[in-house]
Structures are given as structure tokens and as C-alpha cells.
């Protein structure tokens, strides 16, 4: 089963974020608690995790992109 993974919203008046970088690549497995990209908001940079275990699929952004909250980021195939 995919799973969609959107831009996180990390404060009550964030409406963007740029995607610094990614730690995982297509193709890797991922974990549970893992941190698959980086993310900064006024100018204070956040390590997202994985809420999935799987493989990433696709990344939808490149390090250095603007994107707005609730946009899709990644796809995670989950294994279950």
C-alpha cells in the first residue's frame, strides 16, 4: 500500500517550507522513526521522520524547493 507523504505544518502561521534535503533516496528502505528529509522554516531547519516502514518510491521536491503545507512530498511503499 502507498502512503502519500505531505509537507508537515510545524507551527500555527507556517504556510511553507523549503525542502533542504533529503536523507533517503528512491529505492531505500525506510523505518519507522527514521528521518527521510529536512525542512526549514524561518531559518530554523527540522528533521522529519518516517510514521511508515517501506521503501520510498518517489520524492515529488527537490532540496532547495519552496513548498507549501499539506503538499505531497513522497510516496512510501509500506510494508507491513
Do not use: Y
Amino acid at each position: 500500500m502507498q502512503k502519500m507523504i505531505k509537507m508537515p505544518k510545524l507551527s500555527d502561521k507556517m504556510e511553507k517550507g523549503v525542502l533542504v534535503a533529503w536523507t533517503k533516496k528512491p529505492g531505500q528502505t525506510v523505518k519507522k522513526g527514521e528521518v527521510i528529509f529536512e525542512l526549514e522554516t524561518d531559518k530554523v531547519v527540522s528533521e522529519i521522520e518516517s510514521m511508515e516502514n517501506g521503501t520510498l518510491e518517489q520524492v515529488l521536491f527537490h532540496e532547495g524547493d519552496e513548498v507549501k503545507v499539506d503538499e505531497i512530498v513522497a510516496v512510501i511503499e509500506c510494508s507491513e
